[in-house]
């Protein structure tokens, strides 16, 4: 599938726009639109019934561990400053950029490198480019002058470790990149040569803005650039207020922050974008079973709402790749079709994050075990920003046992998983018009279950009671899901529009109807029809979507 098609799909149907389009647009932010809303709001809703109301349906996934409980937080999007210090956002939640010095342009490091990676494949053969980033991989390792290091990710792809990749620096990039004909061959017509771009510099992601009117230092806070942390800090909150006991785990869906330096690939890197996170809090000998549970069941909810075959894949992250803290990271990646072949884009991170954000946000616990990397030390070995002071351990009620629980986070992207959908569910084939010709048909085969529009009501023609009787099927219809009434024009061209919008099922009162009280109920995806009586057209779609 080509991407552009997908894209001019969803502004003409009216899934997302640009926003602040008549002004021009604002690079990196989107607005979903009248279908898109429906479709980015039952996204939201099955992932908060599976996960959260309904997680104990064992029909649904068996496998776990032991029983456990859910229960869900809607926290602040602007939080206490100290939060981010001491999550480590405010020191190291960076990207690495470079700016070219002719254009102007800004890069995100890591991606040059990609991009230099993906076009010298494309010139040179994947093997020709291993042996020479190989090549001068070891001359570099050999080098006496380090420099600032090529990111890792781009050799990853190389499947060097990440131990080794670090060792890489700076002076392989001109070695890397001058060793091939020129860079700017490569990456494109919008880069550069290597000369031109400045050296690697941090980057913070995180918005900063001001609380109050005065708008001193001190006022400074930040746009949340996660949604987690939110969960950490209510988690004595939730532990006092209900009655969970370990294990459970905290879900929350809202807006996250980040200000990405290159926004790209419609929304999947966007500067303002959704989450849905889960922190499962429990013992720290049951985590790793745990762990195992949440990355098998994350993978078959997007399976069951239709991502399948090859284009969604579980990656284990090498041990060299884990942060600090981790024990155990997967990451559930798509082959989204603006990649070239053979890469994969995240739509979520399943990690063993031990109990590293409790302890992080409790004063004075933070030891030398507890790698001082996130959460630095001063110069007196005391935690660089002073914790919440409130014990967030946990006592066992049976056992008596004290502990800090550890945590498995399931950290999904909203508007990540509903590109996806949309990526998946987009086809052309063929099929009849009004004249019984063969034509080209656009369809979004979409999951029924998350289908902005669930049915469509046409009366075949606007006269002899057709329309009244389509009217009184679409009312009860409504009563239990989206649906939409539509009698102008062809009923051929009607079809199609719901096609198009990859509603899964449309409903035709005809001239038969009016005499023997059946509709027609036409599947969107194999193009059958068949009559159903008119009273029993919403118990049928129900079942039809539940299935
Ligand atoms: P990436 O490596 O692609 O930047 P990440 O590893 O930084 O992603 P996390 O911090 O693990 O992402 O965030 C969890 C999820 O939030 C991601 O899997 C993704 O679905 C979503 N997400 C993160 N950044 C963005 C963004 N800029 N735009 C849209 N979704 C995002």
Redesign the pocket.
Known sequence: MEMEKLVSLCKRRGFLFQSSEIYGGLNGFWDYGPLGVELKRNVKDAWWRDMVTAHDDMSVLPGAPTEYEMTGLDCTIIMHPQVWKCSGHFDLFVDKMVDCRESKKRYRWDHVVGAWVTGAKKQHGADAVKAEVERVFVTVMDSENPLPQIETRALKYFGLRAKDASKIEMESKTAVLSSFDSFEAVVGPDATTTGTLTDPRDFNLMFPTTIGALGGEDDRAFLRP?TAQGIFVNFRNVVDSTRVKIPFGVAQVGK?F?N?IT?RNF?????E?E?M?IEFFCHPDSSQKWYAFWRDRRMQWYKKLGLSGERLILREHHQDELSHYSTGTA?IEYAFPFLPAGEY?????IAHRGDFDLRSHMEGKLDEKSNPLAVQLNEHGKPKYRGSGKDLTYRDEVTNERYTPHVIEP???A???TLAFLCEAYREDSAPDDKGNMQTRTLLSLHPRIAPIKAAVFPLVKKDGMPEAAKEIYLALKQKFNVFYDEKGAVGRRYRRQDEAGTPYCITVDGESLSDKTVTIRDRDSLEQVRVKMDDVVAEIESRINA
Request: net charge negative; aromatic share 8%; glycine share 12%.
């Open positions: 996660e996250s980040r990405e926004p929304t999947f890197r966007s500067r974008f989450q996170e990451d884009g995240e739509l979520e991170g950290s999904a992207g508007d990540r998983a």
